[in-house]
């Protein structure tokens, strides 16, 4: 065995895929290779830059080879990439904290990769997950409806545009992350990367099983953060307020407060209690994965729990309680900070 390697840093890397039937994925995880490119991925918090890491279809392969446990020699080895290649591939996902390992002989991704014949087994748990979310929710329609009324900014919007920002942007996407980041029983703030200046979570989901997840950006110009939340990444999440608030809701002072105290209270006192009470459940799920053994249990929920509360969001467009956009929608509140 060549020794050619021998160094010790650190690289995580995430994955999505859209959910395929049980059957044909499990044909197509019998004809595929060990390691290979055909992988989706994604990111959260929303970040093009990070995303950009994923890209090349070398980087996916190397992700996925140190998934099966291959070092870099064997890399090498399998694929018709040159030293300097690979150890430049290596190199930026080292800088990028998205490996982990002490050295080239452990390397691991630093996020999960998830094949395709695993992803079925999360099909039953996660309807389940997105069906009491959606319980809950409509049990505290009355509330929702009534911050809505009592918002001035948006009041010439479509009554259930409002309500989508509200429930999908303020709560299942907003209140739900801020409070679970708090309480880190489930999923604490995410890693670290490149140099420790970003944080998010990351995952690879092989071929087109894994479920969709809406995409979340959120960004601070200057007093307010500017959200843009649907199945589509904003070209240009940043936007002056002033002409923002020509199409879309700008939450100033008491909308803020309003918003604010909804979301919190709702997260904190009814989603996250029925997020705990399904812990074991999630634990149990996440043992059977492969990147249980080089990964966290918070990341695999980052990800189970984005996915479930986009099928969530789903099933109340679907019930008529709020309409979701082609694309995105938009909203600005004013910051607390």
Do not use: C
């Amino acid at each position: 065995m060549s020794t050619r390697f021998h160094r010790g840093r650190s690289v995580s890397v995430l994955g999505v895929i859209l959910l395929a039937g049980v059957v044909a994925a499990d044909a197509r995880a019998q004809e595929r290779p060990d390691a290979h490119s055909d992988f989706r991925y994604g990111v959260f918090p929303h970040d093009p830059a990070a995303l950009a890491r994923f890209e090349s279809e070398d980087a996916r392969f190397l992700a996925s080879a140190f998934h099966r446990g291959w070092n870099v020699d064997k890399y090498l080895d399998e694929t018709e990439a040159t030293e300097v290649e690979a150890l430049t591939l290596l190199q930026g996902f080292e800088d990028d904290n998205l490996v982990r390992g002490r050295t080239d002989y452990d390397m691991r991704p630093g996020f999960p990769v998830l094949r395709e014949d695993e992803i079925p087994e999360t099909r039953a748990l996660m309807s389940d997950v997105a069906a009491g979310l959606v319980e809950l929710i409509e049990g505290r329609w009355d509330d929702v409806e009534a911050l809505a009324a009592s918002l001035e900014s948006g009041r010439d919007l479509p009554r259930d545009e409002i309500l989508y920002r509200i429930v999908v942007g303020g709560v299942l996407f907003g209140g739900v992350i801020d409070v679970l980041f708090d309480d880190q029983t489930l999923m604490p703030p995410p890693p670290r990367r490149a140099g420790r200046r970003e944080a998010y979570y990351a995952w690879m989901t092989e071929g087109d099983a894994g479920p969709p997840q809406l995409v979340v950006q959120s960004v601070r110009v200057g007093r307010h953060q500017v959200v843009s939340i649907g199945p589509v990444a904003a070209e240009d999440p940043r936007a002056e307020i002033g002409e923002l608030a020509e199409t879309d809701p700008v939450y100033e002072d008491q909308d803020a407060r309003r918003w604010r105290v909804f979301a919190n209270i709702t997260a904190r006192d009814h989603v996250l209690p029925y997020l705990k009470s399904r812990r074991t459940a999630m634990l149990e799920l996440n043992a059977r994965f492969d990147a249980a053994r080089y990964t966290a249990f918070g990341e695999f929920v980052a990800w189970f729990y984005l996915a479930a509360a986009t099928e969530a969001a789903d099933v109340l467009a679907a019930r008529g309680r709020i309409r979701p956009p082609d694309t995105y929608f938009r909203y600005a509140l004013l910051s607390d900070r």
